[in-house]
């Protein structure tokens, strides 16, 4: 794999949580551990309908198309063609049902996996390893962690990085989850190659939701319910501002394969492997500790 992102994580383990048992589990990528805890560098099929009523998500999604379509919306045309085929899909079925199926689908594999990796030979189950990066908490007061089961020492000795590798990556790899890596907390040297490698062969071999051609990610999905709120308020004679045209999409992406910066919408350019978001009021901090090189379309060439 080809990366040119390279990252020093100011992580620590939890000790204080360390030994805390898994109590159960949320969705796919929200393990709880007495707390909530949001697994980093990773997302999930979404679960809920994000405050948008269930029952009218079908037809907003065909009024999204339509919105799209006709090119007043303020996706641009590449997004627009990325996004179009996810929601007016070939096979007829409802892009918002399919999302929620595969939501469930995604926490019964977590679930699956944590059975399976935190049981002992003898039946009694491992605590939990927890390993925060560089931004301990999320906007939702949820803990942003790396989580695995708990191994001994002399476990340790017989295993491979990969053997005893994070829930975060087994996610990955099985498909269930797409790559979500946000800067400042980008995994290190070693184990972003890894997540990158175990992200394009899910891709690329159909696993998880990626067995959906038309699947969106649990990021795309958000986007899409804060694109349909924009629009209803359009529908309802509401003229939208700057920063509503432009903040539903506001994370630039680097491709960490030949550390490029893109525009927001522009994420679809880079392979989905490959991606690596960052907070506009980041960008600058993350282009000096990068060494990030701007595309044609942010430099203005």
């Not at 383990?13 to 560098?41: C, E, F, H, W, Y």
Request: glycine share 8%; net charge positive.
């Amino acid at each position: 794999m080809s990366v040119k992102v390279f990252w020093r994580p100011e992580s620590f383990n939890l000790d204080q949580i360390g030994a805390k048992r898994l109590v159960d589990i949320s969705d796919g990528d929200t393990p709880n551990i007495r707390m909530n805890v949001r697994m980093l560098s990773i997302d999930t099929p979404e679960t809920s309908t994000m405050q948008l009523k269930k029952a009218e998500m079908a037809h907003h999604f065909i009024a999204l198309a339509d919105w799209i379509d006709s090119g007043k919306s303020p996706v641009a045309q590449v997004l627009a063609g990325h996004l179009l085929p996810r929601i007016k899909r070939a096979d007829g079925q409802d892009p918002f049902e399919v999302h929620m199926a595969q939501g469930k689908q995604a926490t019964q594999a977590f679930e699956a996996l944590t059975q399976a990796r935190l049981k002992r030979l003898s039946g009694t189950n491992r605590p939990m390893f927890v390993r925060i990066a560089d931004q301990p908490f999320d906007g939702y007061g949820r803990l942003l962690a790396y989580v695995a089961p708990e191994y001994t020492a002399a476990e340790r000795q017989g295993m491979s990085r990969r053997d005893r590798a994070t829930f975060n990556l087994d996610m990955v790899a099985l498909g269930w989850a797409a790559t979500f890596v946000i800067y400042p907390s980008i995994p290190n040297e070693i184990d972003l190659p890894m997540l990158q490698g175990e992200a394009q062969k899910a891709v690329q071999q159909g696993l998880g939701t990626w067995a959906d051609p038309w699947c969106l990610t649990g990021y795309e999905y958000r986007m899409c319910t804060k694109l349909i709120k924009l629009m209803l308020k359009v529908k309802a004679g509401a003229k939208l501002g700057l920063g509503e045209r432009t903040g539903w999409v506001d994370r630039y992406c680097v491709d960490i394969s030949t550390a490029r910066l893109y525009g927001p919408q522009d994420y679809v350019k880079v392979e989905p492997w490959n991606r690596l978001f960052i907070w506009p009021k980041d960008v600058r901090k993350a282009v000096a500790d990068l060494n990030l090189e701007p595309a044609g379309s942010i430099a203005g060439t």
